[in-house]
């Protein structure tokens, strides 16, 4: 059996957080529910369902209306920033599968994270900020990092820093899962057409449930 619909969702999650990425950085705001979206994957370690990873495909519903834009053109300038973040998100993922030790911390120190979140809530100031120390203590250490770009007003808030960072992460959690599922960056060329009709019927069949 195909999993294009898979596919779509994971990559609707790596463009959702791409979209989160650029607004933070522009506007120094982002809607709460798909913040808590983004914090919500990146403690999901073994999902039964591909959408349990975002607590139902619902919550992709952002995302995957910007994937339907990008894959029917990909001549969007208002989607400029946020397709360069996705292609920066799917090539850290990949560097970041070589470092198994990494790995081993991240998951470790998600662990911890995930009590305290639900100690406190998902996207309360101190999880963010525990996410965000993860993100920069691993994926900051590579050699290629994502430049963001933005208002500097916005920039140098470190409460705004630690939620970019944060959906940064989750666009990496979101990129493991595409490739777990058989995701290839060539797809997002060469089976755009099949990409594209997974995201249209999911989003056909959750406009008609709401």
Do not use: C
């Amino acid at each position: 059996m195909s999993n294009w619909r898979e596919q779509a969702l994971a990559l609707a999650g790596i463009f959702q957080a791409a979209v989160l990425v650029e607004r933070l950085a522009k506007t120094g705001s982002a809607p709460q529910d798909e913040l808590e979206t983004g914090v919500y994957s990146l403690f999901q370690q073994n999902p039964d369902r591909t959408e349990d990873v975002f607590n139902g495909a619902a919550q992709l519903l952002p995302g995957l209306r910007v994937s339907r834009e990008l894959l029917q053109s990909r001549r969007h300038p208002e989607y400029t920033d946020s397709l360069r973040y996705a292609l920066s998100i799917l090539y850290l993922q990949r560097q970041l599968q070589k470092k198994p030790d990494l790995l081993s911390i991240i998951g470790s120190r998600l662990e911890k994270a995930r009590e305290q979140a639900e100690h406190f809530s998902p996207t309360h100031e101190n999880v963010i900020s525990n996410l965000a120390g993860i993100y920069s203590d691993t994926l900051s250490t590579f050699r290629f990092r994502i430049q963001v770009l933005g208002d500097f007003n916005f920039l140098q808030q470190q409460r705004i820093a630690n939620q970019i960072r944060t959906m940064l992460f989750a666009g990496v959690r979101a990129a493991t899962l595409w490739r777990q599922l058989g995701g290839r960056r060539l797809h997002l060329l060469f089976q755009r057409k099949k990409l594209l009709a997974a995201t249209e019927q999911l989003i056909g069949q959750l406009d008609a449930a709401t």
